[in-house]
């Protein structure tokens, strides 16, 4: 791709961004960008760089809820001491996130922007129950992590929105976290699972359906203590294809797999 045909805004404040908005596609860590300007599919020409967005990259507890900014990068949350003690699932997700030089550029707000089911940060928000915080030049919305994706990489963001934010309220229970790939780190999983045990267990899945899912059926016959019927559940409750990573029939037993490995960890000892 012909750089010089590609326009780059840089504004000085979030206000200053967001007047650009619609018409240029906001970026911060380029790790998704770059890859499809390498293959030839990038499509738009105007971009606007939010990286030097200061206050954007905050981490803070504000009446008892976790804000993480959306360009905290990856390396900023494995860093931070509240990330660490209120939700070990997203350090965890964050270490498995290609290698170091990705971590320090990749944010959590370009994960979710991204939108791809195989999105490492995307089941641990899903299980967290997290909100989305969208702006535009007029007003701030939150939008619960459920219902933020109407498909395949699209959401209910407009196109004069920027994410600007993740909320996640407390999280009772055991956190746990997997991510299977071809190897142990740069690579895009294969299936990805975060999940938490209390009393009310709550299950995700990535790379198996359009975008990530939760599973209610699932989640369901754990609360009984039923592990065998939970497993034969999460079989009906995803929706794995065949690709160049994996087969939909190794996504499906691997996910079994990795449903009994949680239960047998995080059982009380």
Avoid: H
Avoid at 45 to 60: M, Q, T
């Amino acid at each position: 791709m012909r750089t010089a045909k590609l326009e780059l805004l840089e504004p000085r404040s979030l206000r200053e961004a967001l007047r650009m908005l619609p018409g240029a596609r906001p970026i911060a860590g380029c790790t998704d960008v770059f890859v499809e300007a390498n293959f030839g599919t990038l499509k738009e020409r105007r971009f606007i760089n939010l990286w030097g967005l200061d206050e954007l990259r905050r981490i803070a507890v504000r009446r008892g809820v976790l804000s993480i900014g959306a360009l905290a990068t990856y390396t900023q949350m494995i860093e931070s001491p509240l990330v660490r003690k209120r939700l070990p699932m997203l350090v965890a997700a964050s270490r498995e996130v290609g290698g170091v030089q990705i971590q320090n550029r990749g944010t959590i707000g370009g994960n979710i922007a991204n939108g791809s089911p195989a999105g490492d940060t995307l089941p641990v928000l899903a299980v967290a129950e997290a909100l989305i915080v969208l702006r535009d030049a007029e007003a701030e919305r939150r939008v619960p992590f459920a219902t933020f994706y109407t498909g395949y990489r699209r959401s209910v963001r407009r196109p004069d929105e920027l994410i600007v934010a993740v909320e996640v309220p407390p999280v009772p229970g055991r956190q746990w976290f997997r991510k299977v790939g071809t190897r142990a780190a740069q690579a895009i999983s294969k299936i990805v699972m975060a999940a938490v045990r209390a009393d009310a267990p709550r299950i995700a899945l990535g790379s198996v359906a359009p975008t990530v899912v939760r599973l209610p059926r699932t989640e369901a016959a754990l609360a009984a203590k039923n592990l065998a019927a939970a497993q034969a559940t999460l079989q009906g409750e995803i929706s794995p294809i065949d690709d160049i990573r994996s087969t939909a029939a190794y996504r499906r037993r691997v996910a079994a797999n990795l449903l009994d490995q949680f239960w047998k960890e995080t059982a009380a000892r």
